[in-house]
T-cell receptor, first 114, second 110 residues
Framework: AAGVIQSPRHLIKEKRETATLKCYPI?????VYWYQQGPGQDPQFLIS???????DKGSIPDRFSAQQFSDYHSELNMSSLELGDSALYFC?????????????FGPGTRLTVT | DQQVKQNSPSLSVQEGRISILNCDYT??????FLWYKKYPAEGPTFLIS?????DKNEDGRFTVFLNKSAKHLSLHIVPSQPGDSAVYFC?????????FGKGTSLLVTP
């Protein structure tokens, strides 16, 4: 079965640069969630989208923005990168919103900021 | 079919007392469990987690207990504070799936 696809899998950027992470949900899933997992930490919820509209907002810094497109893929845009942004970013997708439900998450994008 | 169940939709506790939030699961393949807290109009905030190889994890006022044989975990908050009033979600991971319960609304009264 098709799973959640994230690209790129690895990304190295320098401080103050920008990065764009992409997430392609499981076919027919209409909800996408973004999480940030720092080294040795558990996943922190960043933001979610349902039917291309932002549904929940968590601990996402103002330097980050995200959107969901008409084909339901989502992009997380990160600007003015800081060393502390180095983390594993994974997205998850599910069918339907209203509750956190059953989310399937992708393999993640490992971002390293130097 | 709901694989992670929080059977109590709401709980009311007096400030200073212990809050116990319960969670049951059906999938024995779950190997990692998390608790999230959610305020209205905000996204969930991670609280505490536990690996299936442990039976207890403590972080400040929060302790999570895991009983694998009963497929049950619980979150203890001691002492409870009014600021703890929120919806608490139990979640479990198996492979690439993250399953959330429907949440328990905790109200801590002064």
């Amino acid at each position: 079965a098709a799973g959640v696809i994230q690209s790129p899998r690895h990304l190295i950027k320098e401080k103050r640069e920008t990065a764009t992470l992409k997430c392609y949900p499981i076919p027919r899933h209409d909800t996408v969630y973004w999480y940030q997992q720092g080294p040795g930490q558990d996943p922190q919820f960043l933001i979610s989208f349902y039917e291309k509209m932002q549904s929940d907002k968590g601990s996402i810094p103002d330097r980050f923005s995200a959107q969901q497109f008409s084909d339901y893929h989502s992009e997380l845009n990160m600007s003015s990168l800081e060393l502390g942004d180095s983390a594993l970013y994974f997205c998850a997708s599910s069918l339907g919103a209203g509750s956190l439900g059953e989310q399937y998450f992708g393999p993640g994008t490992r971002l390293t900021v130097t | 079919d709901q694989q992670v169940k929080q059977n109590s939709p709401s709980l009311s506790v007096q400030e200073g007392r212990i809050s116990i939030l319960n969670c049951d699961y059906t999938n024995s393949m779950f190997d990692y469990f998390l608790w999230y807290k959610k305020y209205p109009a905000e996204g969930p905030t991670f609280l505490i987690s536990i690996s299936s190889i442990k039976d207890k994890n403590e972080d400040g006022r929060f302790t999570v207990f895991l009983n694998k044989s009963a497929k049950h975990l619980s979150l203890h908050i001691v002492p409870s504070q009014p600021g703890d009033s929120a919806v608490y979600f139990c979640a479990a991971i198996s492979g690439y799936a993250l399953n959330f319960g429907k949440g328990t609304s905790l109200l801590v009264t002064p």
